[in-house]
């Protein structure tokens, strides 16, 4: 519930506040992005889209399932039967994704790996805003900057007892208190986390999955 008092609106909770203002925000924005996860590509074949860019976000196989393992979802008994659905998935929509078979989307499916975006993040936010008709900004670099580096946000970051509290002083000014690790060490977590027998046998059903997708940015790469 709000109120006004004197001409300002009053918000009974902090989430109440927050909803409202992310509302305006949405309404008020010239572009409005939705993410989905585990959601095929092929799925738009039934969905009317006319006015909506696509951009098929993908990562290496092994970063997946080594995640899946880390939530218990997977683990070494199921993995190699895990993996062989999970790459024939992936090989079907990256084909589809290339070959631009989505005749009813007037723009054509971006592609882009998140190796690919971690290994040159500003590089490749440039050539994913432009493909979209985003306008890149300062701001935006900085909020990249931000996000694929490791980096503590607290609130008031001048607070003495909260760098004691955290232990470090690598903190940036922010609203909320957030822990963020590196993305290029997200990015590459499986090669430390399983083992060289394990990642052997999940290449052995995987290698047209890992042969498709960039791990790095390259003209003649998925990633864009």
């Known amino acids: 519930m709000k109120s006004r008092r004197g001409g ?23 572009a409005r992005v939705i993410k989905t996860i585990r959601l095929s590509p092929r799925a738009l074949e039934t969905m009317h889209l006319p ?18 393992m880390n939530i218990g979802e997977v683990n070494t008994t199921n993995m190699i039967a895990h993996a062989r659905h999970l790459c024939q998935m992936m090989e ?3 084909h589809y994704v290339n070959n631009k078979k989505v005749e009813h989307i ?6 882009v790996t998140f190796e690919c975006l971690v290994s040159s993040p500003v590089s490749v936010t440039k050539k994913l805003f432009h493909s979209l008709n985003l306008n890149y900004s300062l701001q935006t670099e900085n909020w990249i900057g931000e996000h694929t580096h490791d980096v503590i946000k607290i609130p008031n970051a001048h607070n003495e007892s909260l760098r004691q509290e955290t232990g470090t002083n690598n903190y940036t000014h922010g609203t909320f208190h957030i822990r963020k690790t590196s993305s290029k060490d997200v990015a590459s977590a499986w090669r430390r986390s399983l083992s060289k027998d394990l990642i052997q046998r999940i290449k052995g059903v995987c290698q047209g999955v890992i042969d498709a997708i960039a791990s790095e940015e390259s003209s003649k790469s998925v990633c864009l």
């Open 8 to 30: 300002i609106k009053q918000y009974d909770n902090k989430k109440e506040w927050c909803l409202a203002r992310w509302e305006k925000a949405c309404q008020e924005a010239s």
């Open 51 to 68: 006015d909506v860019k696509v951009v098929h976000l993908t990562r290496h196989p092994l970063g997946i399932l080594n995640s899946r």
């Open 92 to 94: 079907q929509d990256i």
């Open 106 to 111: 007037k723009e054509p499916i971006v592609p």
